[in-house]
């Protein structure tokens, strides 16, 4: 859900308007942003389709409400639901609505998050460890690092991070917390910089982004509801519906590509003579690959220097 510093641009938003718009210019067409954020896509999308009717999505009630603000303008056409996107059927059938035109994923955390210090989510400033979305929540970051066993704690570092030092840091960790308890973010930093060897420090970039990845994947449980929340939208997808999804490290992307590649291939058996109308491709990819932000973009956003964006269209209706 990255957004330009200064002025909170949502990452290629041209490109999400284009790619949606022939799903949502037909009257009474509705959109999910199922990671509402700032709005920004939102509101760009509300602009180009004045039938549109949106439903906002976010687990953050700070980013609900901000959005509120931000679309007041297009208030009789918009409804905000502060939860997590795997909700999504159940919003859909408390809202009587069956299928929508569009959905929009922009995963990862925000820039809003981001830029709220006390938030815990960088690595560049000091602050509780904390990397809740849902301040509601009661698992933090702090929880995870000062409780859970080293081998534990490793795993999430290497599969949520892919962490080449997983264990190194893990270990690191528990032998701080012997003394201290962690709950500085500046503190957790210097463990992981010090715990990685100086050659692997040197490329790369800041050596505690994948352990602060891992946390945050952690803490919020990212991917167990994306996993579940794609499949649901992709069954909420009308005919001529579409979805754009942006995804910002590997493990989100591959979750995506991989959604998108079960119902946009033909499932006929092998050594059949022809095609089973069942098992016909239920979407259209309408990228090829993941497409990524032009450098003039990244140039005036770093933070969409990783977006990957990937799209498709619901071609037949599912079996």
């Known amino acids: 859900m990255s957004?330009?510093?200064?002025?909170?641009?949502?990452?290629?938003?041209?490109?999400?308007?284009?790619?949606?718009?022939?799903?949502?210019?037909?009257?009474?067409?509705?959109?999910?942003?199922?990671?509402?954020?700032?709005?920004?896509?939102?509101?760009?999308?509300?602009?180009?389709?004045?039938?549109?009717?949106?439903?906002?999505?976010?687990?953050?009630?700070?980013?609900?409400?901000?959005?509120?603000q931000v679309l007041v303008a297009f208030s009789d056409r918009v409804t905000l639901v502060q939860a997590v996107y795997d909700e999504l059927p159940q919003i859909l059938a408390r809202l009587g609505l069956r299928v929508v035109q569009?959905?929009?994923?922009?995963?990862?955390?925000s820039s809003p998050q981001l830029d709220d210090v006390s938030r815990g989510f960088s690595y560049s400033q000091d602050a509780p460890l904390d990397m809740r979305m849902n301040q509601a929540g009661t698992l933090t970051a702090a929880d995870v690092l000062n409780t859970y066993p080293a081998d534990r704690l490793a795993r999430v570092l290497r599969e949520y991070g892919e962490e080449r030092f997983a264990r190194r840091i893990a270990d690191s960790v528990v032998r701080e917390r012997e003394h201290t308890p962690l709950t500085s973010t500046r503190r957790l930093a210097e463990i992981v910089r010090d715990s990685i060897p100086a050659p692997a420090r040197r490329t790369g970039g800041n050596p505690a982004k994948r352990t602060f990845q891992a946390l945050r994947i952690e803490v919020n449980g990212e991917l167990d509801a994306l996993h579940r929340a794609l499949p649901a939208a992709l069954d909420a997808i009308a005919v001529g519906g579409r979805i754009v999804a942006l995804a910002y490290h590997s493990l989100e992307d591959r979750a995506v590509k991989r959604a998108l590649a079960v119902r946009s291939t033909d499932t006929t058996p092998r050594g059949l003579p022809v095609t089973l109308e069942s098992a016909q491709p239920e979407l259209r990819l309408l990228t090829r690959g993941a497409e990524r932000p032009s450098q003039a973009e990244v140039a005036a956003n770093p933070r969409a220097a990783q977006a990957r964006l990937r799209a498709a269209e619901r071609i037949r209706a599912a079996a």
Do not use: K
Request: hydrophobic fraction near 50%; avoid cysteine.
């Open 102 to 109: 569009g959905v929009l994923f922009d995963l990862g955390v």
């Open 3 to 68: 957004t330009a510093s200064a002025a909170h641009l949502p990452v290629m938003r041209d490109r999400v308007v284009e790619l949606l718009a022939p799903a949502l210019e037909p009257p009474g067409a509705v959109l999910i942003d199922a990671t509402l954020g700032r709005a920004g896509h939102a509101s760009a999308l509300l602009s180009a389709h004045p039938g549109l009717t949106l439903i906002g999505i976010d687990t953050d009630a700070a980013a609900v409400e901000q959005s509120r």
